[in-house]
């Protein structure tokens, strides 16, 4: 019988090794030469049925140093919306007793308003708040602390700015230029209600339920840790600027750890199915991402522009975009992690990159 098992264990070794090679020459057809064309900077995973089939950096992830990516390079990712790891930790939460996704977003946040007890976190997790994100031209620091540690400066803004929660998603204003301007809405919110729900940081909470269970190496919060870690980040030719100020929340991962995250997600660890089927309820529709796409909790559920089913989560800021998705038909998994964007002509760089890779690997099964 042990020699049954040797020979099977070697022909799924062998079917391995082979769909490896066909990914990696698919990748090198495709990213390849955009990274030789300058146009694109990052690391590319792919796995399948939770076997890491590549992990491959393409380009420089310093360009002034001419450093080539390494494997393990360390990206920011945002650590709240629209990644799944607030709903992740909501979710368990409700499961224990301690609140309902359903509840109004008052019972949290002291001194409410009125308009705000239709907003709940449920809507917050699916970005249908229909909240307004407040844009200033001031000093960001002073703009990032009027937000963050504050609702007030909602107390001024017209009802009319406000949607009604549920109809519709919103992702928010995207700054241009070189200096970032501090564009908040339904993300500080969740931040805050969050926070508020979970008696707890959502970023000290992520360590304990998170980071620690799944053996998360790479994870650090900018500002604070693992900061010499960071690639540089360009838009275009320039260097992108980047700071805790601009950047609250946001935290260096690298395209394993974030892999490792989006297996656990799907393979019992952190969520149980009713839970998880929870979070991938399609709400409503979505104009960020291309093909038929829903916003759920935390992450994008639909159809791709071929026609398969995925789940996906993409955030892009000037000098850095991550993209995942998970294809549960093939249990295939794509994470495209990049320093070098486009900011005013193609922001979406990684989640454009993903979708083509998945594509022509699911084409080619």
Known sequence: MGWILKLVDAARAQKVNERAAAV????????????????FGG??????????????????????KK??????????????????????????????????LDDSVCKFIASCLERYKPITLRHLLANTAGLPDLRYDKDVDAAMNGVWFSLSNYDVVPDAKFG???????????????????????WAWTYLAGSAALNANL???????????????????????????????????????????????AALMSAAD??????????????????????????????????????????????????????????????????????????LAVIVMNNLTDWANQPYRARDVGLLLARVILAAK
């Open 203 to 249: 970023t000290g909470h992520y360590k304990d339920k998170i980071k620690n269970p799944l053996g998360l190496e790479s994870y650090g919060l900018l500002g604070y840790e693992n900061d010499g870690k960071l690639v540089a980040l360009y838009d275009g030719a320039k260097p992108a600027p980047y700071s805790r100020s601009t950047h609250v929340g």
């Open 164 to 186: 009604k929660p549920g109809d519709k998603f919103t992702t928010g204003t995207i700054a241009n230029g070189v200096t970032l301007k501090a564009d908040f809405g339904n």
């Open 24 to 39: 990696l020459k698919i990748a090198d057809s495709y990213v390849g030469p955009l990274a030789d064309q300058d146009k």
């Open 67 to 100: 450093t080539a990516f390494a494997p393990d390079a360390q990206f920011l990712i945002p650590l709240v919306q629209p990644w799944p790891a607030a709903a992740v930790m909501l979710l368990q939460a409700q499961s224990e007793g301690k609140f309902s």
């Open 43 to 64: 690391v590319v995973l792919i796995a399948h049925d939770g076997k890491v089939l590549l992990n491959k950096g393409y380009g420089y992830a310093d360009r002034d």
């Open 258 to 331: 974030l892999n490792t995250f989006v297996q656990a997600l799907f393979d019992g660890r952190l969520l149980k199915p009713d839970q998880l089927a929870e979070m991938l309820k399609p709400t409503v529709k979505v104009d960020t991402m291309p093909g038929d796409i829903c916003a759920a909790l935390g992450a994008y559920v639909g159809m791709d522009p071929a026609g398969n089913d995925l789940v996906a989560g993409t955030e892009v800021r000037q000098g850095f975009g991550a993209y995942w998705a998970y294809y549960p038909d093939s249990k």
